[in-house]
């Protein structure tokens, strides 16, 4: 008997800031440019043809590149050609949106949908659907209320952040979010309708992220030492509290005599530079006033192909944001074996096991995890059991493939949900639309 396969789609993924070629070493790269990269290699190879659509950020930048099987990255000229912080972009999503339908246009190849990422494109999104009649599930990755609620004066979003969520929330046809937390606010704090919201988390390449030997691991880095080591990896940015495990390491020492040490992995060059990065001057000084400079190492930027072996390095990761929306680098030291502990917050409260694949601990609470840091490093059967489930809960709940494999179903429930009600045709063919625009 033939088993049914669906149809091949053709998607528009729309995101503005974040271009799956940053991750090559471009500016303000993170967890929305591994998702839209990620999910969209592994839609193209599920058999789906996905057009990414972001802002050209760069002036050597071609109009398309064809990035992966079945993928293509649109870089359109919208702005300056070159890097903009993405609180920047909203004056000029009419702009994007303008410059969508142009492609879209020229192109000839009508998408079957659109999946928006971020509120921005999430705005560009509906405006397309009122023009196409083209269905959209949009994803946010952070919610502005949530962002405004815990990071008050320091939040730069556009004072319209808010207000186009709660529009796009009302007008897409489904929603994304990664984990329960994110659902939560979607129906809570903007009244999502619960029926069109679907939880499908982030996830990790568990090839990619795959334990190695502590020693080889530490070989492999260049860290001559065999002494207990905490790492962390990630953005080094205030929300982040890298700060916290610095206060931690130092009760840690003063508890417990444990030669332990820090690894700190991030920042915007390769080399740690204060004055590229001021967060790691911030932590400089934290670590020299509370008597724990030398045992804080800091290495810098360094690409996804390299952080295997410093999450293997470590005998445990730690990460304790006290704003975290969903948070992939408790996924990837997981992949690699390796017990974390995280603060309980946002999407980490679902994807690290309290007791099982690691700890839970308070934000801003370095008593709490100098305590489970302690419980971690001074018995080995407990990390080892711990890193043993965390990989195990990795290949299970959350690679890329079956991320990609939930996404494309939902599109299809979604195309075949409109098919049965009988949607209407859209009022214009691409053409039509982009000369319209074109005279407006």
Known sequence: MATHRPRPLRIAFLSEHASPTALLGGQDAGGQNVYVDEVSRALGRLGHAVDVFTR??????????????????VNLPVGPPGFLPKDALWPLMPVFRDAVLGFLARDGARPDLIHGNFWMSGWVAVELR??????????????????????G????????????????????????????????ELVEDYGAD????????SGVDPTLFAPLDRAEARRRIGLDTADPLVVYVGRLLPRKDVRNLVRALALLVRQTHLPVRLLVVGGETVE????????????????????????????GKRQPRELAAYYSAGDVVATTPWYEPFGLTPLEA???????????????????RHGET??????????????????????????????????????????????GTRTAALYAALLAERARGGEPAPRATLARVAERTGRA
Do not use: N, Y
Request: glycine share 6%; proline share 9%; aromatic share 4%.
């Open 358 to 403: 690691g700890f839970l601990v308070p934000p801003r609470a370095p008593e709490a995890l100098a305590r489970r840091l302690a419980q971690v490093l001074t018995d080995p059967a407990l990390a080892a059991r711990l890193g043993r489930a965390a990989r195990s809960r990795v290949a299970r709940d959350f690679t890329w493939e079956r991320v």
């Open 153 to 184: 004066a320091a939040d730069t979003s556009p004072a319209a952040r808010v207000r186009v969520e709660r529009d796009v929330t009302r007008a897409v046809d489904r929603l994304i979010a990664q984990c329960p937390a994110e659902r939560a």
């Open 272 to 299: 740690p530079d204060p004055r590229a990065t001021p967060e790691i001057g911030a932590l400089q000084c934290l670590a020299a006033e509370l008597g724990v400079a030398d045992r804080v190492i800091f290495t």
């Open 56 to 73: 050209r950020d760069r002036a050597d930048l071609p109009e398309t590149i064809d990035w992966a099987p079945g993928v293509r990255v």
């Open 334 to 352: 997981m992949a690699c074996g390796r017990p974390v502990i995280g603060s309980a917050v946002g999407g980490i409260t679902f994807t690290v």
């Open 130 to 151: 009122r023009r196409l009649g083209l269905p959209v599930v949009q994803i946010f990755h952070a919610m502005g209320l949530t962002k405004r609620r815990h990071q």
């Open 194 to 201: 619960p029926a069109r919201v679907a939880i499908i988390p």
